[in-house]
């Protein structure tokens, strides 16, 4: 029997949940396989982590990840370490030296993927990144395989579990954007510092890596429009769920003419589509192919135990994927799934022309016909107001909260930008977007 | 460019759907492959259905199947002639004839699989069947490859449109059976003879192949429980409503000690847990696995163009699976994904064996302390009641709609007979079975 020697960088949350996954069903994957597995070296700078481990047959420890890559004999390196610089260097190290790679790194693969998949493909390995997006739910595959026969129309996605969690709690128990967010991190959904998920870059990364493997194109990251939950406001969650809406952090990507969105902000979506019953920290991604039709994929996001089933799966998807016929499971190129050089730039359209519905809450002053010269104003630069609802506020003026048909933003921004000059607006206005279907 | 060479026998919908996709999408599946593909025969006993195909360059017309096997150029067989007797004989010949299978029908595989395998594995070619269970949801994929690294521990599924469609508009619109019935026939989604699905014979099928998926192991197929929904009356939709449960038609397989449920019966579930949302002609699996915990896969269970996303995607899976270096698409036979001959025989427990929570509706005659009278019957075969409801009818007698906490059908079956005995009830009783998970 041949076998796969597995080295992994990084012995946090995830390399723990991964060894503990490699031990505990060894003889489920190797059978399924036909092929040994074993984990010839683990890489920490923390030695402290090796403390309690298993004693591994035959395994190295080693403090320093790139002495693991010194080890001839791993062919697949699972990168656990995190963030882009040792991270980077390590991936590109394991490229040259023919390994193939495992990683969850989505911040690394949204930055750096195209230098690293070029490299990989150079060099005939396969980089796998299916933990990387939505845990243990094998997403990536079903884009890079089940559907892989549809142009993709459509991606939208709840993929970060933290800031889900948080509008979930907001709705279902009326709690304040500060009292969700401290008992997410109690509960230790949220981190210390939460700034990634709450501000939507995690869910930036991964609509980004999403978007690629959709359309086949690279795009640059800083081009992605990213707007995160913090100034989601209790109010408007409520209002959203008296028009039969539900606010979630939503991630779209999909041609527009021949640009793309790919886009991260806070949805109105309705209450009664499948993917606003996706609550707490689970994760889901829509897809609609031109064949398939839509599709959802519905998973716990995070987590040691889900991202390392992500982790194993990637790992074995190399050894199947790898010649049989060489025993060191050098792959053909022209396997590569990522074929990184095939690929071009995507360009992504700018958030003011992508057109949606629109949530608008506006504070304004009393006075008769409130409703109609509001709605006449709108009406000048073609923001049609389908629903209306308005009223009053202890401190004598009006709030109105407004649902519009689809424009672009930019003719809401002209409206807004009109009313303010006419010197409607009390306050700045709340403006959410708002989508159908997802 | 390496060249496959496709056959399709059949030109039913599905077969047409098929040979719309590939034309439509040839250039996206050949790039992502670097392979060129071409239909290059087309089987169809019904000469009519060759009318109106736009002219495929090189591709042969045969009123016989099996002379389209005659093509020893051909290297991948699409079976789309439904059935289990020309399909049978029409797979075992392309399969003996080294040809790679792909084939949509359930029926043939829920019965012969452990046959077709086999020889499949024998002649190290491969047998593909992603589009026989839930249209273009990637869910053999996912049990083969994105969760292989987890031991499976429960699959649940709504796996047959025309059932839950009409259980949908039942519940929806409070429709009889019958109504929501003749509805589904008008639409199109159930055949003139409803029987197959209504009677929940193709959902079987379908469960069938998923537990052989999860469990590596062949059932008989005889030995799977099948209820379907033709005894379901609107009143127990409803009432199950007021309850906080959905009557879905649910198929289930998981372990239980050594052996293994599998059951398809409607059930109640709870109208909040994600896949009670499955609506209308949609289909969705649940599958749970030791590490990667609760997913779900959702979308369109049938119809030409889903249906046809699956068949070109195991198409393209085989062309991705087969040697790339040899021309003619030959497998490694330790590549197979069906392990045929290492699988075994599982065994199937007896559905009165099975413990779930239950929904009993009852009429009995009207008397004092009938809730603790009946209540004391159900202690003595360990039934717990947990909600109690009571309606007296026209006739004075009395409906109860009673929830049992989780025991062995065995348990409930024995208190009702005992019932029976006591002259208690004075309609045969509706018994339901309830799960707060799937």
Known sequence: MKEALIGIAGLGTVGKGTLDLLTANKVKIETGLDVSIKVKGLAEADQNKFKGLKSLEDCSLYSDAFELLDDPSIN?????????????????????KKKHVVTANKALLAKHGRELFELARENGVLIKYEAS???????????????????ITFVAGIINGTTNYILSEMEKRTLSFDSALNEA???????????????????????????????????VFENIFVRG??????????????FGFRIKLMAFTRPVGKQFEITVEPTLIPSKILI?????????VSVSGDFV???????QGAGAFPTASAVASDIMDIIRLSSHKTGNFETDTGQSVEKGSLMVGGGVIAREDIISGHYLRLKVCDEPDLSTKITSIFIEYNVKIERFFQESDSDGSISLVLLTGACALRNINQSLERLGQLKRLKEQPVVLRVETEA
Chains 1, 2 share one sequence.
Not at 276 to 284: K, R, S, Y
């Open 229 to 242: 939950i913090r100034g989601i406001n209790l109010t408007d969650v409520e209002y959203a769920k008296k």
């Open 276 to 284: 606003a019953h996706v609550d707490g920290a689970m994760n889901a």
């Open 185 to 219: 991190k109690e509960l230790g959904y949220a981190e210390l510092d939460p700034s990634l998920d709450i501000d939507g870059f995690d869910t930036a990364h991964k609509i980004s890596l999403l978007a690629s493997l959709a359309f086949k194109k690279y795009f």
């Open 76 to 96: 697949i390196a699972v990168e656990l370490i995190g963030g882009e610089t040792v991270a980077k260097s390590f991936v590109k190290q394991a490229v040259k």
């Open 293 to 299: 039709g839509h599709t959802l994929y519905y998973g």
């Open 133 to 151: 997006i939505g845990g243990g739910i094998p997403i990536v595959k079903a884009l890079q395989e089940g559907l892989a026969a549809n142009n």
